[in-house]
């Protein structure tokens, strides 16, 4: 049997699975690490721990399958910046995780200053602690971090250059494209590190990775970590790969993921995305795996809605619980919850607005705030797709979806209904392991194109049944709450 090991390191988890030529999972390994929060804002991780975390689930997920990969491919939580020692490959500090606040003074800063529309322009972002530039600098500005930066010293990238890097004993020191154009530091038309915007963070070029494509070899992981050596061959930041494990690789199509946050990209193959409407050009990957473009759009805060239910209010024992919670409810009663515990993303990007619940009764019951909990998702990443369409004039045959909140079939449909457009569901979704198996299946001739890849799966369709008239209310709803969520950065 021929088959792939596939690493989807997330924000509180790494997710590994073996799988088969024809799409099958022999073999699923996971395992979570521990979150951090030093301050108010502050969200930080252990690298070390990331990567012993990440090992044992590759070594659980080999072991269940019974199987010996023929090669790894690794996908990631993205703009999360991780700072080490070259030589010793010991990180010098915590990872910055990307849901980190604490520049948002700088990132205020840089648009005062009037650099934000250059930074558009070049990066496809804009200037939000979202990114992984200004934790660098944050990291950086220690005088002795910053000299041995300047020597060659220390090495810093997002997750996947440090698990490569710790997974081939420091002989690569690599990040793909997809990974560096989430940076602010990454040039989207010329595809390679920007030289003005390395000197506008104060960044030396000597700490950064070197580019490589997504599909292709970049080291051999060695045999200390799981017994014996195999190459790296797929590496993707997690909402690319998924991009790419959907099959959307052509211009149009689109998929959202339902994670710890809502990130919904649509697939614009040769054309960079044009800078407006508050959403961010990005690199994608091709049919072959090679660069191209996406315009993606972020919801910050989705499933961490419902986890806050749970462990922060204790309104439901488990996540599972709110799809039935949503059916005990015609409707939420009026209330609509804009959980902006860390500020807004596209299309708003309002770091100051805070999470807001409007239309409280006394009527209001359990099951209403847990429907509007999962309403907030639908109705977000609504707002996301609209703005994407009327922004590249393309149109959506359909959304296709994954993460762990798509496997609520209510949601799903309640997706299809704000939307007007059919969603569609894989039967596998996890479909951000996959993409990062298909990128290395296909730098290794596992298969022979994306086609053969995709067609390794089947789809569940969900209708649109809202009418105009209902859908138009709903929306007036979420409008009206959303403004009160931005006015408390007023």
Request: glycine letters at 12%; one cysteine or more.
């Given at each position: 049997?021929?088959?792939?090991?596939?690493?989807?390191q997330?924000?509180?988890g790494?997710t590994?699975l073996?799988?088969h030529?024809?799409g099958t999972?022999?073999g699923?390994?996971?395992?979570?690490?521990?979150?951090?929060?030093?301050?108010?804002?502050?969200?930080?991780?252990?690298?070390?721990?990331?990567?012993?975390v990440?090992?044992?689930?590759m070594?659980?997920a080999?072991?269940?399958?019974?199987?010996r990969?023929?090669?790894?491919?690794i996908t990631?939580q993205?703009e999360?910046v991780?700072?080490w020692?070259?030589?010793?490959l010991k990180?010098?500090?915590?990872?910055?995780?990307?849901?980190?606040?604490r520049?948002t003074e700088?990132?205020?800063?840089?648009r005062?200053?009037g650099?934000?529309?250059?930074l558009r322009?070049?990066t496809g972002?804009?200037a939000?602690?979202?990114?992984?530039?200004?934790?660098?600098?944050?990291?950086?500005?220690?005088?002795?971090?910053?000299?041995?930066a300047g020597?060659?010293?220390l090495?810093a990238?997002?997750?996947?250059?440090?698990l490569?890097?710790k997974l081939?004993?420091g002989?690569?020191?690599?990040s793909?494209?997809t990974n560096?154009s989430?940076?602010?530091?990454y040039?989207l038309?010329?595809?390679?590190?920007d030289?003005?915007?390395?000197r506008?963070?104060?960044?030396?070029?000597e700490?950064?990775?070197?580019?490589?494509?997504?599909?292709?070899?970049?080291?051999?992981a060695?045999?200390?970590h799981l017994g014996?050596?195999?190459?790296?061959?797929g590496?993707?930041?997690d909402q690319?790969?998924?991009?790419?494990?959907?099959g959307c690789?052509?211009a149009?199509?689109?998929k959202?993921?339902?994670?710890?946050?809502?990130?919904l990209?649509?697939?614009?193959?040769?054309?960079?995305p044009?800078?407006?409407?508050?959403l961010?050009?990005?690199?994608a990957?091709?049919?072959?795996g090679?660069?191209?473009?996406?315009?993606?759009g972020?919801?910050?805060v989705?499933?961490?809605a419902v986890?806050w239910?749970?462990?922060?209010l204790?309104?439901?024992?488990?996540?599972?619980?709110?799809?039935?919670?949503?059916r005990s409810?015609?409707?939420?009663?009026?209330?609509?919850?804009?959980?902006a515990?860390v500020?807004?993303?596209?299309?708003?990007?309002?770091?100051e607005?805070r999470?807001?619940?409007?239309?409280?009764?006394?009527?209001?019951?359990?099951?209403?705030?847990?429907?509007s909990?999962l309403?907030?998702m639908?109705y977000?990443?609504?707002e996301?797709?609209?703005?994407?369409v009327?922004?590249e004039?393309?149109?959506v045959p359909a959304?296709?979806?994954d993460?762990g909140?798509?496997a609520?079939?209510?949601?799903?449909?309640?997706?299809?209904?704000?939307l007007?457009?059919p969603?569609?569901r894989?039967?596998?979704?996890?479909?951000?392991a996959?993409?990062?198996a298909?990128?290395?299946?296909?730098a290794?001739?596992?298969?022979?194109?994306?086609?053969?890849?995709v067609?390794?799966?089947?789809?569940k369709?969900f209708?649109?049944?809202?009418?105009?008239?209902e859908?138009?209310?709903h929306?007036a709803?979420?409008?009206?709450?959303v403004?009160?969520?931005?006015?408390?950065?007023?």
């Amino acid at each position: 049997m021929t088959s792939i090991l596939a690493l989807d390191q997330g924000t509180t988890g790494s997710t590994a699975l073996v799988i088969h030529q024809d799409g099958t999972v022999l073999g699923r390994g996971y395992r979570e690490f521990t979150q951090h929060f030093p301050e108010p804002g502050w969200v930080e991780h252990d690298p070390e721990e990331i990567f012993r975390v990440s090992v044992e689930a590759m070594q659980e997920a080999i072991t269940a399958s019974g199987e010996r990969p023929v090669g790894l491919g690794i996908t990631n939580q993205r703009e999360t910046v991780v700072l080490w020692d070259r030589r010793t490959l010991k990180p010098v500090a915590p990872a910055i995780v990307w849901q980190d606040r604490r520049t948002t003074e700088r990132c205020r800063e840089l648009r005062e200053s009037g650099v934000e529309p250059m930074l558009r322009e070049r990066t496809g972002l804009v200037a939000d602690p979202y990114f992984s530039a200004t934790k660098l600098e944050w990291l950086l500005r220690s005088p002795e971090h910053g000299r041995r930066a300047g020597r060659g010293d220390l090495a810093a990238g997002t997750v996947e250059s440090w698990l490569v890097a710790k997974l081939t004993g420091g002989r690569a020191h690599v990040s793909d494209h997809t990974n560096a154009s989430r940076t602010l530091l990454y040039d989207l038309r010329r595809r390679s590190w920007d030289p003005e915007l390395l000197r506008l963070f104060r960044i030396p070029r000597e700490v950064l990775p070197e580019l490589v494509p997504s599909s292709g070899v970049v080291g051999q992981a060695d045999d200390t970590h799981l017994g014996f050596s195999l190459p790296i061959a797929g590496l993707a930041g997690d909402q690319q790969a998924a991009l790419f494990g959907q099959g959307c690789v052509s211009a149009g199509l689109a998929k959202n993921t339902y994670g710890t946050g809502a990130f919904l990209l649509m697939f614009t193959g040769s054309r960079v995305p044009s800078p407006s409407a508050g959403l961010l050009g990005t690199v994608a990957c091709d049919p072959a795996g090679q660069p191209a473009y996406a315009v993606e759009g972020s919801v910050f805060v989705a499933g961490a809605a419902v986890q806050w239910l749970r462990d922060g209010l204790g309104l439901i024992r488990e996540a599972g619980e709110s799809e039935s919670l949503a059916r005990s409810v015609p409707d939420t009663g009026g209330v609509y919850f804009v959980p902006a515990f860390v500020g807004l993303g596209t299309p708003h990007w309002e770091p100051e607005a805070r999470g807001t619940i409007t239309g409280l009764t006394r009527g209001t019951s359990r099951a209403h705030l847990v429907r509007s909990a999962l309403e907030a998702m639908a109705y977000g990443s609504a707002e996301l797709l609209e703005t994407m369409v009327a922004a590249e004039h393309l149109s959506v045959p359909a959304l296709r979806v994954d993460g762990g909140a798509a496997a609520n079939d209510w949601l799903m449909q309640f997706q299809a209904d704000v939307l007007g457009v059919p969603v569609e569901r894989p039967d596998l979704v996890e479909t951000t392991a996959l993409g990062a198996a298909g990128l290395a299946g296909l730098a290794l001739g596992i298969w022979k194109s994306t086609d053969e890849f995709v067609q390794t799966r089947s789809f569940k369709r969900f209708e649109p049944g809202m009418d105009d008239a209902e859908r138009g209310m709903h929306k007036a709803g979420w409008s009206r709450a959303v403004n009160a969520a931005l006015a408390w950065a007023r």
